[in-house]
């Protein structure tokens, strides 16, 4: 659905060329064309006129603070004050949801975040709501208000925002959650935000896609000021125009308005936002806007805009503009428009004073909320070992996966299950006809048969998008459990897992999280899997803070892992080995439904005295070939499977290693930065008085996995291997 862009002619547009009006001219324009039709209520025009001034106020109070070095950074919003006010007049804070981005100032104050708790932020105070201290002034967050906690990367909310609106559309079809959720409306809407230069960005293109296919009510909101830093929009954008380009999604409501006037960018929020509460599909604005200042407070725009470029800019100021029409119109005469400026002038100034005398956050408190501070799933709560109970017959990895899926999922209706390939078929009209595909490997077979396809659906081909939408279904209170379809194919997602899922609960101060399952098939041993279905590099995981990272051996283990990693309260990053997937020796009979393995605790395998191996995944089977091979020579071996590598169990690691005081770390990721490397540095850096020998470690080639089978066995870490590093041990 298109706008009626004929009737746009009767809106004043403020873009112009510099040389046809002078700003008395323009004024004047503004009057004169402002009469043809009614003004808003004179009491609303005057509240954005005030959020916009006091907008603008408080970047400039910002920019005198950082020039007196009492605040660290400042990124402004001026020249978009009056599309960000109108987007928070029309929107209903505490009842839709917002993902802003950091020019979105006026929003925020519209919305109801205060001048104090602005303030708060720029000067790093524990107090601040956006983030308590630990992110950037301007990256706005307040749960209170719905704004979800907004990060640096430009262009990662977009997805997040489509995953928000996508939740409510689907606990509307799930009955069974409206007594486990609460906060859903049936009309509310998801705001986000961008500049165009994020518009070059692939997860732009993948939240239009989604959005417009599942018809969510998302409103997309392009503040185009024509910069992306010093990149003009010409350069980023095929014609210079990013709706020309995406005009030509199905259902997306279309809106085109001059940003820097107030009146003409009320009119196309209230459109655009009674789009999506008619549940019609999504709607994007493309709002031209302007950029007073340079892109912060570390660039200076001086060096690539000419001096006419600026100065045209100024006379389209969208504050002084409508500073000026709200006189002509009679709204207020110029004593009551100074009185606002001074009324707005001294509440910043106060506002300034009380967050310079806010507390920062103690040093101690650096570490709070990594994880989650409510569920610990290290705990005993979590661990049932001594007490499961068996029963059926023998399955494998595979088959104690789905039943663990299925399991939970009837337990809990917040679980919703997405990916490549995993549902069944997504034609349900041959639902009945098919044998369903349920995931490459078969994990999720018959989950969209038993659960229906609102809890179980395929993924566009886009990694990215399934981890950023998870994160928005997260963030509403769904329990997410996505599968990335080969471990080799994960980085498009990098951005949503490194920044955003393992962030957000420490970035906000605990004012937002997104616990979810991201479950991998991963490494080699496949003869034929070759250098893009075998990648192991688990270390690059392991090394983020407020990542959770799980890799079970058997199916047992699987099981009763995924099962805590579900009803874990952080993000878990579960990682099953594609060949151990279906081998007779890592089966097991079925656990109860309540059967849980806590994270952080290791396994011991094989008792030993004389040399002990640390491992996980693949090897621990080649580690117990070589064991038994060794103990024909005489050389006992103990092996500890750390099923968990985030958190591992150290104590484990401690007690085998005084025991023997020889070690071997074993694991199918390369020699040189692996994730064996940490664990080596750890033990001789802790446990060296305890050793008889240095630290051994078994590992994969420092190159790429071949597609040759013999080549693939010189690359990865055989059982042979292992069972030299024994006996070169034993022998020291």
Known sequence: MKADMNSDTKVLRLVRKPAESSSTEATHELHELHELRELPDNRLLLEMYRTMYLSRRLDDKEIQLKGQNRIFFQISGAGHEAILTAAGVVLKPSYDWFYPYYRDRALCLQLGMTPVEQLLSAVAAEADPNSHGRQMPSHWGH???????????????????????????????IPELQKRISGFKSDEVTYVSLGDGTSSEGEFWEALNTASNLKLPVVFLLEDNGYAISVPVEVQTAGGDVSRLVENFPSLYMQRCNGTDPIESLETMRRAVDYCRRRQGPAFVHAKVIRPYSHSLSDDEKLYRPDEERASEAERDPVKRFGALLIDEGVIDQDGLQKIKDEVDREVNEAADIALASAQPPKETATQYVFSPDVDPTSKEFDTEDRVQLSGNAGTMVDLINRCLDTEMARDPRIVVFGED??????????????????????????????????????????????????????????????IQFFD?????????RNELALLRWRSGNEW?????????????????????????????????????IYPSNALDANGLLRTAIRSDDPVLFLEHKHLYRQAYN???????????????????????????????????????????????????EIIDLRS?????????????????????????SLSFGYGAEIAARISDELFEYLDAPVKRVCALDTFVAYAPQLEDAILPQAADVAKAIAELKAY
């Open 422 to 483: 995993v549902a069944d078929c997504s034609r349900e009209q041959y639902l009945e006809s098919v044998k369903g595909k349920g995931g490459v490997f078969k994990v999720t077979a018959n989950l969209q048969r038993k659960y229906g396809s609102v809890r179980v659906f395929n993924s566009p081909l886009a990694e990215a998008n399934i981890v950023g939408r998870a994160i928005g279904m997260a963030t509403r209170g769904l329990k997410p459990v996505v599968e």
């Open 489 to 497: 194919y994960i980085w498009p997602a990098m951005h949503q897992i």
């Open 645 to 669: 590598l985030v958190p591992f169990d150290w104590n484990a690691i401690a007690e085998t290693v005084k025991k023997t005081s020889r070690v071997i770390v074993a694991h199918e990721d």
């Open 587 to 637: 089966k097991s009979q079925y656990p109860t439904d309540d059967f849980t393995i806590p994270f952080g605790k290791a396994k011991k395998v094989r008792e030993g005295k004389d040399v002990s191996i640390i491992t996980y995944g693949a090897l621990v089977q080649r580690s117990l070939v070589a064991a038994k091979q060794m103990e024909q020579e005489g050389v006992s071996v």
């Open 513 to 549: 999280k997104a616990p979810l399952v991201i479950r991998v098939p991963i490494g080699g041993y496949l003869k034929g899997g070759a250098v893009y279905h075998s990648q192991s590099g688990v270390a690059t995981f392991t090394q983020i803070p407020g990542l959770r990272v």
């Open 143 to 173: 749960s209170k208000l719905n704004i979800v906690s907004q990060s640096s990367p430009t262009g990662t909310q977009l997805l997040q925002a489509v995953g928000c609106a996508e939740a409510s559309i689907r606990y509307q079809l």
